[in-house]
């Protein structure tokens, strides 16, 4: 059974850096035909990619939010950390990490339950 | 980045009824289309990938089609469990991107 589970802080504040950490089960982060990105959806907008890492540690990130974006791995822990700094209101959304079948159609076909995470002093 | 523009951006319907979604690329991404449903509070949940193939599970009232910039999500006899919001998203390049969703509610 595939499981994604978000998790990091509710709030943070302005200027601040947010760190996510993404556990995944029921696959292996060494498999090379899957990935993990990770995805956000500020409330009642559409949804934004906003990176992803693979295997054989290939990463890929938004355009518009690369040069705040760090996407790294703990192969062992079955873990897939995205660190976002100088983090702004306009960044609160709810963080979802899904799995990306690589090789294939570049699906997300499985989520986690997402994370939302506000930006206020 | 490709740019994905869904129509129409809310949709009301019956149970029963048959209804088309359509998603536009702003550039050619051959059948690297996948389709996402998504319920309020919930995760979006996986519904068809390479344009017009269903994941395991899909009811068969669910179809899609389309290649290079148009495509299209039609639900063939609507269901309750159908009212959701629909996302289309391109996996032929990153950035990856998304259409900006159509709500399908209940007339």
């Known amino acids: 059974q595939v499981t994604l589970k978000e998790s990091g802080p509710v709030l943070v504040k302005p200027t601040e850096t947010l760190t996510l950490t993404c556990t995944v089960s029921?696959?292996?982060?060494?498999?090379?035909?899957?990935?993990v990105s990770w995805i956000r959806q500020p409330p009642g907008k559409a949804l934004e990619w906003l990176a992803h890492?693979?295997?054989?540690?290939?990463?890929s990130y938004s355009t518009s939010l690369k040069s705040r974006l760090t996407i790294s791995k703990d192969t062992s822990k079955s873990q897939v950390v995205l660190t976002m700094t100088n983090m702004d209101p306009v960044d609160t959304a709810t963080y979802y990490c899904?799995?990306?079948?690589?090789?294939?159609?570049?699906?997300?076909?499985?989520w986690g339950q997402g994370t939302l995470v506000t930006v206020s002093s | 980045d490709i740019q994905m523009t869904q129509s129409p951006s809310s949709l009301s319907a019956s149970v029963g009824d048959r209804v088309t979604i359509t998603c536009r690329a702003s550039?050619?991404?051959?059948?690297?289309l996948n389709w996402y449903q998504q319920k309020p509070g919930k995760a979006p949940k996986f519904l068809i990938y390479?344009?017009?193939s269903l994941q395991s599970g899909v009811p068969s009232r669910f179809s899609g089609s389309g290649s290079g910039t148009d495509f299209s999500l039609t639900i063939s006899s609507l269901q309750p469990e159908d009212f959701a919001t629909y996302h289309c998203?391109?996996?032929?390049?990153?950035?990856?991107?998304f259409g900006q969703g159509t709500k399908l509610d209940i007339k």
């Open positions: 899904a799995r990306i079948l690589w090789f294939n159609w570049n699906q997300f076909d499985y």
């Open positions: 029921g696959f292996s982060l060494y498999n090379a035909k899957m990935g």
């Open positions: 890492i693979f295997s054989n540690d290939e990463k």
């Open positions: 550039q050619s991404i051959s059948r690297y």
């Open positions: 390479a344009a017009s």
């Open positions: 998203q391109q996996s032929y390049s990153t950035p990856y991107t």
